[in-house]
């Protein structure tokens, strides 16, 4: 029974979350990543493998953590690893076949900027930097983005390529000699876009229920493109959205507490 | 080769940093979210050691404060930020304004810092990894360069392997010769104490025996410079089987390090004029049920 | 990137065999000392594969079975003996005397072994290593070539990364989502599954839950094509908490391996007329203590 | 108070025990360099540190070892590590001190073969090979040798660099860019042997008692250099004695029994 209640980032969240599949070993970004992908575990996906590049691979934690190293990270791990060990044997070796990014400013062919705004010399707003999201763009089976829409984070042309995505579009990431697939999916708080098989820009196929194509564009800062034929996002269902909230109110109830990192 | 090795040293942290740690050196406090060395760093300021080249990963709180307490010449690392909270502040002063002064920038990818303390560990000159494939970070970085495989014609990326002179970590146990157990996320601390010329491991106690699983974490005692026993010494990072995370700190952070005289009152308050065993207060309410 | 990953799947080691290893391959039956794959080596024998590049640091009892057997075509490695014991016998008579017939070498160091099974579980195209100086396989082996460090010009050795199409390995425990515990000497185990195509693990048990310290060295379910439940299954090796080396065995073999009849009289006997479940009873006077 | 009633092994072991300080770390060979560097944990050097090339460092087995790889290495160590880090961080890291070699076939540089008698591609008698030593010659801070004098093992020219020692002698390990000393002790059944400070020839400096310089070269096919002031090593005491045949002692019960590797 889908639901009628619900906010934009919920359907974010659950539109992402629909996305990986229970054979998907997943590369868990921070923030609105990791809670779409703890919801897909905890809905459809039992089986999906999460791991953080702290070190934690099939992880399974009963509230979001609040940075990729939290306690229960490892306490819920088929297995603890070390960090050189996660970069060599399990994202360079090919194991994970979704990473899942978020973005502070990303183009229309998801190449994204995590680094500054303005000149990398002297900039204006310095950012945290790439972490893991280079070497993920390229060595996951694919990427799926999520962010919340707005012009300043959805930009005609980022300050700096942290991470490439199809670089200028076309064939660009095959003329690098990066063999993996790339950005293929972007879910946002007003819709689900894809990237066009040729192009690789990014193109909008399902509106979240309610919204316009001209709410889509009024949040996004390049001329968006529409498929052909554009869906509609399926809403929540009563069980995915308990999920979610259920899942945010451990959350907070958790980390409100001052109790997070582990209880062991 | 090494210079011969000897088996660590006991004695306090003032002591250990004292010893171990001069102005101008390349040092790393590692910790990867979880066992983050505040102790240590705390030390390191009360001591007002300056000129210093910071390495890690991941510089969160500590890293701000040394910055902002004007100590560091040079910062290398991948990701800058307070975890779960956001930018750190005075980080962004010294690069954006350059207060208290300028600070030099080496960044890398994640990767990229793995594999280079991995190299340190293990004696080699550089890493070669698959990355950096369409990253700017490879145009605004000479050090990161290019191999090519001589079996395949591949080109792979290449950095100079990191060694400090002087790496710090937090562990939860060390035993009466000297070794250490790390337990749960381990992060890069083994990588980073191996590269490094010296090392000093606070931890959370010392026992007789460690009883550690055969294949668990373990530094021997003979590749550690100094230990110290300071309980709660990762506050507010937690340490796996002690005390959880102390949130709240972390959050706090954000606004105490927004204004810089903020900032500084805070460092005084909290640093300059307290001592390595204050530490074990600041976890109280944090501990782990027995 | 890798075919998509499956969930490991429980069956018999005659079907785990016949599934995963077809004639041509190069295969790798990995074990240093410890948790060697006796039981797999000889389902292959009994199942006929032929022309095989057999891979493994310490070729021991199985690959002079497998040699003498004219099983395999090649043979990559870095120490032939049977520990403890000497020379492996039915191995001299291939290479020496071309029995049963001529067998191809490639010889590297264990440094070299090490990092090039590294270098495949990370998915790079060889291993750079500080070795092979003055050594003079470097000179008969033609896959032993250099890369130059880009930032101090330091020229190192590399060998090309080992990518078996299969690596067997026995293991103490799976559980029912098929991650496996491997415990004590874990060798190069790890780094053979996960650079491999597929592999075949066989286990003493399979149990509802591994317990495992969180640091300890699991392969993940995904990782591992097929598990069988072969208890006594490294037999004369030892399974670590559950039975010992079975030393006496070691020792006759030198003596079974000596002559062309006695080997094949032997292999009639305890392999090619034998079954996955004998093992049980061979380690059953080598139980540990419960 | 020392013993008379020993054997020629028996004076090898133990004076190949000798050397062994108690800071060093110590990358052990199988068979006698095992013997001699267990010996010397149990007497004057408690604290030294034994590597066996299977990933156990620290360890401190109650009875010798049949293979690099037995259980009781594992149970008795401080950490066990996988092979690839041992090669990596412990011997190409530069922490061992001391690498204690075994040897087929030495010539007096100390270079040694552990590969093939007769030619590389038709072998008179196919060896083992080099396993661990190329590495553990090059990257320990020195190399002790330890074996039995035999002219088929001391030889004029061997046939196959398995190991280097000295090369041809004098500077060679340098011009070839090594760092670290090389062969720097031989103790054999018969005498002490430290190599020559300019040319890197091995030189006899202790015979063992009862050993005269004929002894010496009857059992070594290169024309001996003694040193010009040529001692005699001291006879193994009570201690060391009775240290060495409990060792061997309870070896022998433990292997014959056939329940050596673990017992868990």
Known sequence: MSQTDFTPTEMMTIAAARALKNTDVCFVGIGAPSAACNVARLTHAPDVTLIYESGTIGTAPSVLPLSIGDGELSETAVTTVSVPEMFRYWLQGGRVTVGFLGAAQIDRFGNINTTVIGDYDHPKTRLPGGGGAPEIASSCGEIFITLKQSRRAMVEKIDFFTSFGHGEGGDHRARLGITTKGPTLMVTDLAVWRTDPVTHEFTVVLLHPGVTREMVQAECGWTVRFADELGETPSPTEIELKTLRDLNARTKAAHSGGKTGEAA | ?290
């Open chain 2, 1 to 290: 080769m090494r210079e011969k090795q000897i088996m660590a040293q006991f004695m306090t942290l003032p002591e250990a940093v004292a010893q171990n740690l001069n102005s101008g050196d390349t040092v790393a406090f590692e910790g990867f979210t979880h066992l983050i060395p505040h102790a240590s760093a705390h030390e390191a300021i009360r001591q007002g050691i300056k000129d210093l080249t910071l390495v890690r990963m991941t510089p969160d709180v500590i890293y701000d404060q040394l910055i902002g307490m004007g100590m560091v010449k040079k910062l290398i690392f991948s990701y800058a930020g307070n975890p779960g909270v956001g930018l750190l502040r005075r980080l962004r002063d010294a690069v954006e304004n350059g207060w208290p002064h300028k600070l030099e920038i080496e960044e890398h990818s994640h990767a990229a810092m793995a594999n280079a303390y991995e190299a340190g560990a293990a004696g080699l000159p550089f890493a070669a990894f698959r990355g950096y494939k369409g990253a700017e970070l490879a145009k605004v970085n000479p050090n990161i360069k290019s191999v090519t495989c001589p079996f395949t014609g591949e080109e792979l990326a290449a950095v100079p392997a990191i060694r400090p002179d002087v790496t710090f970590i937090h562990a939860q146990k060390a035993d009466r010769k000297g070794n250490v157990l790390i337990e749960g996320i381990v992060g890069v601390q083994k990588e980073a104490v191996l590269a490094a010329k010296r090392s000093v491991v606070t931890v959370e106690e010392i026992v007789d025996h460690l009883s550690a699983h055969p294949n668990a974490c373990v530094l021997p005692g003979w590749t550690v410079s100094a230990i110290c026993e300071v309980p709660g010494g990762a506050h507010p990072s937690y340490a796996h089987g002690y005390y959880s995370r102390d949130n709240a700190s972390y959050i706090a952070w954000d606004k105490i390090a927004a204004e810089r005289d903020t900032f500084l009152a805070w460092m005084k308050d909290n640093v300059l004029e307290a001592k390595p065993e204050d530490f074990a207060d600041r976890i109280s309410h944090l501990r782990s049920p027995a």
